[in-house]
């Protein structure tokens, strides 16, 4: 599946992956406890509360939180700044995340975007935040475009 991150319709998205499995209505009415009406009404969500995204992501072997990480790392990427070395020594029990993971998926979508002409690898750096290093191997490893 080539999906664009931007916009995410997490309803839509559960119901295209379950039929890519084969999984039934009734199944996955029984799964989640929920009424076919009610099942309707999740495939029509733009949101869908964390719980059941998770039974979702079970029963479909699909993990639908990473579309969101995929967005996060898309449209708003984690910045490293000097606030985030104080929260080390104030304790803070929250995990921090220290480096971005750039999926197959993402890496697919940037080279896209650069093999389209729709963006410029400058834009690329400058819109995304990716490192221009990091953009560099990836053109080079895909040969997309020439130096």
Request: hydrophobic share 35%; net charge positive.
């Amino acid at each position: 599946m080539n999906y664009k991150f931007k916009e995410i319709n997490i309803g839509n998205l559960i119901k295209l992956v379950a039929k890519e499995k084969n999984i039934t209505n009734d199944r996955l009415c029984n799964y989640l406890k929920i009424s076919e009406i009610e099942l309707f009404k999740l495939y029509q969500s733009e949101s869908v509360d964390t719980e059941i995204l998770l039974q979702c992501s079970k029963l479909l072997e699909y993990d639908f939180f990473r579309i969101y990480s995929q967005h996060l790392l898309l449209y708003a990427p984690f910045t490293i700044n000097t606030k985030n070395s104080s929260l080390k020594k104030s304790g803070k029990k929250l995990p921090e995340f220290r480096k971005n993971l750039y999926t197959p998926e993402i890496i697919s979508f940037i080279i896209e975007l650069i093999e389209t002409q729709q963006k410029t690898p400058l834009d690329i750096i400058n819109e995304y935040r990716i490192p221009k290093s990091t953009l560099y191997k990836w053109i080079k490893k895909h040969n997309t475009i020439e130096d």
